[in-house]
């Protein structure tokens, strides 16, 4: 039985004051097994973010189920944990304070709470940074504390919208592997956007490729190329071609579909 299940989702986003209704998401059936790692592609503007958001509970879909374990979501989650392109920390909160700010909510006592943030800040590889500053750590560890602040709540699902978009190439590299890692040893399911091909086939056990707007999938491929993968491989770069033509395709429409409406 699929953790998560999007039934024919519909997503039309209205502007009143322009009069004009945009047609974002159009039919979209996707199940996500437990303990999948999702890759969603497809080209900017095709809605990657509504429906990741729609998963969270942020944004509602016009027609159609958004459901875990059976259950409809109609609003954010504990059990599902979001990271941003940009963390979204606390900059007056020290580390531990932003990684465990669910418990201050709770009233847990800050001895308790230091204590239990320390695992997770261990767990991205922070250790010894637990009482720094967001405007003292770079870009990548302020990812790294927004990536176990969503651990820490002890999620079954992590929703990621492009997390290592803004990070260098060396971090960005290091980050996929320390994902790879928890991802396998917590036996939780993530869903996980990217522009890049590379990032999908190095983290994903499925990628979803998007149609250009208004998005419905086009092709869900099974990924079974082994861990840690080799970017170099003839397997990687055959899925690589599939997926490149797939997007090209989609981008030929794109224009075509322009040149017919000028
Ligand atoms: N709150 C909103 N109000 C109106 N239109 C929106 C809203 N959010 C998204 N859209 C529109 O819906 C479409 C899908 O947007 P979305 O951000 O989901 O795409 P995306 O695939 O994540 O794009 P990108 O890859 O460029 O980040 C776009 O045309 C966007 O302009």
């Known amino acids: 039985m699929p953790i998560i299940e999007m039934k024919q989702i519909v997503k039309i986003f209205e502007d009143p004051k322009r009069k004009t209704n945009l047609l974002a998401i159009d039919h979209v059936d996707l199940n996500v097994e437990e303990n999948e790692f999702l890759c969603i592609l497809g080209p900017s503007g095709c809605g990657k973010s509504t429906l990741l958001n ?16 059976q259950k409809r979501v109609d609003a954010p989650g504990p059990e599902r944990g979001v990271v941003f392109q940009q963390p979204t920390l606390m900059p007056w909160l020290p580390v531990w304070e932003n990684v465990s700010f669910h418990l201050k909510l709770e ?22 940074f637990e009482n720094h500053y967001p405007h003292e750590l770079s870009g990548g560890m302020n990812q790294r504390v927004g990536i176990a602040r969503a651990l820490m709540l ?3 699902v992590i929703l990621m919208d492009e997390p290592f978009a803004s990070i260098d190439a060396q971090t960005k590299t290091d980050m996929q592997e320390e994902l790879v890692k928890i991802w396998e040893k917590h036996k939780i399911t993530i869903i996980f956007i990217t522009h890049s091909i590379d990032e999908a086939l190095i983290l994903g056990t499925k990628v979803a490729v998007m149609t250009r707007r208004p998005g419905t999938i086009r092709e869900t491929m099974s990924i079974s190329l082994p861990r840690p993968r080799d970017v170099t491989s003839d397997a990687f770069n055959r899925y690589k071609r599939q997926i490149l033509d797939l997007l090209k395709e989609e981008g030929e429409l794109a224009k075509a579909a322009s040149r017919s409406s000028s």
Request: charge should be positive; charged fraction near 25%.
């Open 154 to 156: 002890n999620p079954s």
């Open 54 to 69: 729609m998963i969270a509970g942020f944004e509602k879909q016009t027609s159609g189920d958004v459901l875990m374990n």
């Open 107 to 128: 009233g847990v006592a800050a001895s308790i709470r230091k204590e239990r943030a320390k695992e997770y800040i261990e767990m991205v590889g922070l250790k010894g």
